[in-house]
């Protein structure tokens, strides 16, 4: 009686004819949809620019997928929006003009969220159907499902923080909402780039693939804290740089307590610490970069390190201006498309140290 198994990475040439042909439209599939998902963190970023984000007051996972058609539905959903802290305390005497244009961005966020999931989960249904998807491949593809389920109850967890005492929604909520986007985004790009047909090459030393996923980690750590940023609006307040408040360290940047406080709800602290991180992450990636010159110039890896560096030199500078400019919306969100393109760059520098699936064999 045979089974299907992996074989060993020494033998990943192997690939079969079909394999190879289901691996790469599988592959393509998946590339897709992380472009999607990265459509959709940039109407998100949108969303929450424009203070659009506490329009739809409802959770309607099916229904909601249509907007308002006529005159009496648009009063309802504006009577709605008139009951919520926002319209209260900050939009007191928006016109119903108004209102259609924040409900447009977050309906758009929405309908692009759900266009998410029937995107992956009706080809999803034909490649296994068909037989195109690899038994191994299966566990992972429907753990993706699922997180794309979570993540559209953490999205309605974060709105509804701030439908009842605040004005927006909860840091907090926000911070966890992007960084779980950006997870299944990560780990998309970290099964697709596993799926490539051609052989891969060895990675520069034992240690490399290490340092590859701590640059992973890193760039999720510094969206996590973007997103706290975002939540706090700390992006409007210490529009300097180098210096922050005058100086390289600020003062006070424990003034509340207790002291754990300061990281998620303090202005001056989130916003230096979300420097620090990317100071941290520059300097990853610029060494790993020097180092695999050195030491194997000519692969593939050295290459990606390069380009892994160039585009977190290119994110940094997008967040100086945005910074210094006060958050213009467009380099806030050319900004926040960055960190995604970073992102990925990491898994997919990441994910070539790692090497690909290796070839099904019988056992």
Request: hydrophobic fraction near 55%; include cysteine.
């Amino acid at each position: 009686m045979s089974s299907m198994s992996l074989s060993r990475p020494s033998e990943v040439s192997r690939l079969p004819a079909r394999i190879a042909r289901d691996r790469t439209a599988i592959r393509l599939w998946l590339y897709a949809i992380a472009a999607l998902i990265l459509a959709l963190v940039v109407v998100g970023g949108a969303t929450r620019l424009t203070e659009s984000g506490l329009s739809i007051t409802e959770w309607k996972p099916i229904h909601g997928i249509v907007p308002p058609l006529s005159e009496a539905e648009w009063l309802e959903e504006f009577q709605l929006y008139q009951r919520i802290p926002q319209y209260q305390e900050l939009n007191q005497g928006m016109s119903l003009s108004g209102f259609k244009t924040i409900f447009w961005w977050e309906w758009a966020h929405r309908f692009l969220a759900r266009s998410v999931g029937f995107a992956f989960a009706l080809p999803l249904a034909f490649f296994w159907a068909t037989g195109r998807v690899e038994g191994w491949l299966k566990p992972r593809l429907l753990a993706l499902l699922a997180l794309g389920g979570l993540q559209g109850g953490i999205g309605w967890w974060m709105v509804a923080s701030g439908l009842v005492e605040r004005t927006d929604v909860s840091q907090y909520r926000l911070a966890v909402h992007l960084t779980m986007a950006c997870i299944i985004f990560a780990a998309i790009l970290w099964i697709a780039r596993g799926l490539v047909t051609r052989p891969s090459e060895p990675p520069p030393t034992g240690h490399s693939r290490h340092v590859g996923l701590l640059i992973v980690a890193l760039a999720l750590v510094q969206i996590y804290l973007g997103g706290l940023v975002a939540g706090l609006n700390a992006g409007l307040a210490f529009n300097t740089w180098p210096l922050m408040d005058g100086r390289l360290v600020p003062g006070n940047l424990f003034a509340m307590t207790p002291v754990w406080r300061n990281f998620f709800e303090s202005v001056m602290t989130v916003q230096f610490v979300h420097r620090c991180g990317a100071y941290l992450l520059f300097a990853v990636v610029v060494i790993h970069a020097v180092a695999a010159l050195r030491i194997a110039g000519r692969s593939r890896h050295a290459q990606g390190a390069v380009w892994l560096a160039l585009a977190v030199t290119m994110q940094a500078a997008l967040g100086i201006t945005t910074l210094l400019l006060q958050v213009p919306i467009g380099w806030a969100l050319m900004h926040q498309a960055g960190a995604l393109v970073v992102l990925a760059g990491s898994v997919i520098h990441a994910r070539g140290l790692t090497g690909r699936y290796p070839a099904p064999v019988h056992a």
